[in-house]
């Protein structure tokens, strides 16, 4: 009687095991880790733009102002999670953008391009907040030269630029960001024109960007 009772007792206790364990599983199965924008392999798409004016000002017959004002959207990809320690914690992001706009100032009317940029995120855990850093280039398309054969600021139809950025992200929810911040642009030919003083302008973008 007393081995039977034993025997009884081990089986509901392996029983309860059973099923304690089921419902851990079954727990781990309904709340996963959430995802963040920041891991590797999530992908962004930013719209936004801005105003640009020129730095060095001459103001001369062969080197006149010149201001811009430019829209771009952007893809970027995530090729990292975020990792280190402190204020460098972060991620690696690779974007394409494709920027188009007007002259405002000088004479030219319009400029459209295309550019590759790296940028980086100073990631903190359970911030809104998501300083970052990112630089890159590619060419443009203006009517600079075309319109005005004397000043030699933009002395090609097709340039060079190159663009570096420091700005900040806000984060809206897990998915939506305000991004932007003060940008530097340089356009030029690299001198395979003859006119090539090239075009420094200092201005700031800002954009909305959806993660996915």
Not at 75 to 84: A, E, Q, V
Request: proline share 3%; aromatic share 8%; glycine share 16%.
């Amino acid at each position: 009687m007393i081995k039977l009772s034993l025997f009884t007792l081990l089986v509901v206790l392996c029983t309860q095991t059973v099923r304690a364990g089921q419902q851990i599983a079954e727990s781990k199965t309904v709340c996963p880790e959430q995802k963040s924008m920041f891991d590797a392999g999530t992908a962004e798409i930013e719209v936004g733009g801005g105003g640009f004016a020129q730095l060095g000002k001459i103001n001369r017959t062969d080197r006149p102002d010149y201001g811009l004002a430019i829209g771009q959207a952007q893809i970027g990809y995530m090729l990292n999670t975020p990792r280190g320690r402190g204020i460098f914690r972060g991620n690696t992001e690779l974007l394409l953008e494709v920027l188009g706009g007007g002259f405002y100032k000088g004479p030219a009317n319009g400029l459209g391009g295309g550019l590759i940029l790296i940028r980086y995120n100073f990631v903190q855990p359970n911030s809104a907040f998501c300083p970052f850093f990112q630089f890159g280039g590619g060419g443009v398309y203006s009517d600079a030269a075309a319109a005005d054969h004397v000043q030699h600021i933009i002395g090609a139809n097709v340039s060079f630029v190159l663009e570096a950025e420091a700005g900040v992200r806000v984060k809206l929810s897990e998915t939506w960001s305000l991004i932007g911040g003060p940008e530097l642009l340089h356009i030029s030919n690299a001198g395979a024109a003859r006119r090539n003083f090239g075009l420094n302008a200092l201005g700031g973008e800002i954009g909305l960007s959806h993660a996915f």
